[in-house]
């Protein structure tokens, strides 16, 4: 099979391959949550961009040729993740295309400064927006206010990760589905993890997927994500109608201290928590992570890419049971 290679729709390459003192420890949530806040305090720019090396690095190895990662913008990173990752944007641009999502990972009620931040983050040339519906007291106002401040200006995606605790009455997503169908976003938007729709009741589950699909909107999931809570109701998504995208998330810090970058690994972990075993079942997924961004800018980029990425001898089944890395991965820049 030749290929142009891997899609990761989601991941955090800014903060990640923490070095010492930065060490995981098992403590709850929130404890992890403060430990990642001092470290992206002390993190210097140039320190922001040996981590995102170092992650992309990982994913080129193993055949990834789009990045989409969340870059944080808040009073404790300031603009350093968003002005480092603009210039590792421009020094991997031959080898990956790399999306950023200018991300509000903190919240507005810990932060309201971040609304500034965000705005000067989109001037600097951010590719999208990023929320997180968990982080404000009211998840709705806090989508509001992200797509309000992407109005009018020129960006390719909006994301939220969606109802990230999995918890039944943390449930923003058909309010998502609904505004996304209102200003008819459609597949500029972006819902990710969207756990709790794994436990909120049959019905509204089920009345929720299909809003999804009308909206037009798109659904990543994170199979690492299975570690601390379910993952949401991919294959009754994937019914409907609605693309699913797959992502790897965070890598080497205080939430996953393992991601080896490599997609096919991600594909496998979602087969076997969700039981994509069936032949359709197991392409299914190979074309998910194949599947490049419905956007022309990005697929110019992705174009202008000459990848010879190769797994001669492997079927769809052998890729996703064996996880290899590709035989061979020559990137060279063709002429703008
Ligand atoms: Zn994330």
């Known amino acids: 099979m030749n290929f142009s290679g891997w899609m990761n729709y989601h991941a955090h390459i800014d903060k990640g391959f923490l070095p010492p003192p930065h060490l995981y420890k098992d403590a709850p949530a929130p404890v992890r949550a403060e430990w990642t806040r001092e470290a992206k305090m002390l993190m210097s720019k140039e320190e922001i961009k040996l981590a995102a090396n170092k992650a992309l690095e990982k994913m080129h190895y193993y055949g990834t040729t789009y990045v989409r990662t969340h870059v944080d913008v808040d009073p404790l990173f300031e603009l350093r993740a968003m002005e480092a990752l603009l210039e590792v944007k421009k020094e991997w641009e031959s080898r990956v295309v790399v999306d950023l999502i200018a991300f509000n990972q903190e919240g507005f009620d810990r932060y309201p400064e971040t609304e500034v931040l965000l705005c000067e983050a989109l001037m600097m040339g951010a590719d999208g927006i990023g929320g ?69 009741e049959e019905v509204d589950a089920m009345k929720t997927i ?42 080497r810090d205080y939430f996953n201290p393992l991601g080896s970058g490599n997609m ?73």
């Open 210 to 251: 299909e809003a999804i699909a009308e909206s037009g909107m798109r659904v990543t999931t994170c199979p690492t994500a299975i570690a601390t809570r379910a993952l949401t109701r991919v294959k009754d998504l994937a019914h409907a109608g609605v693309r699913i995208q797959l992502g790897s998330d965070n890598l």
């Open 132 to 200: 997180h519906t968990s982080m404000d007291q009211d998840g709705k106002k806090h989508i509001d206010k992200i797509f309000k401040l992407a109005e009018g200006k020129k960006l390719d995606w909006i994301e939220f990760h969606t109802d990230e605790t999995g918890r039944p009455d943390d449930f923003n997503l058909p309010y998502l589905a609904q505004v996304t169908k209102e200003q008819e976003l459609g597949e500029k938007v972006t819902a990710i993890h969207c756990c709790s729709l794994a436990n909120v």
């Open 264 to 336: 096919l690994q991600y594909g496998q972990l979602l087969a076997y928590v969700q039981r994509f075993y069936e032949p359709n079942e197991v392409n299914q997924i190979i074309d998910w992570l194949k599947e490049k961004p419905n956007n022309e800018r990005v697929q110019h980029e992705l174009n202008r890419l000459t990848n010879t990425l190769t797994y001669s001898d492997f079927s769809n089944k052998d890729l996703l049971a064996e996880t290899p890395r590709p035989q061979s991965l020559n990137t060279n820049l063709i002429s703008k």
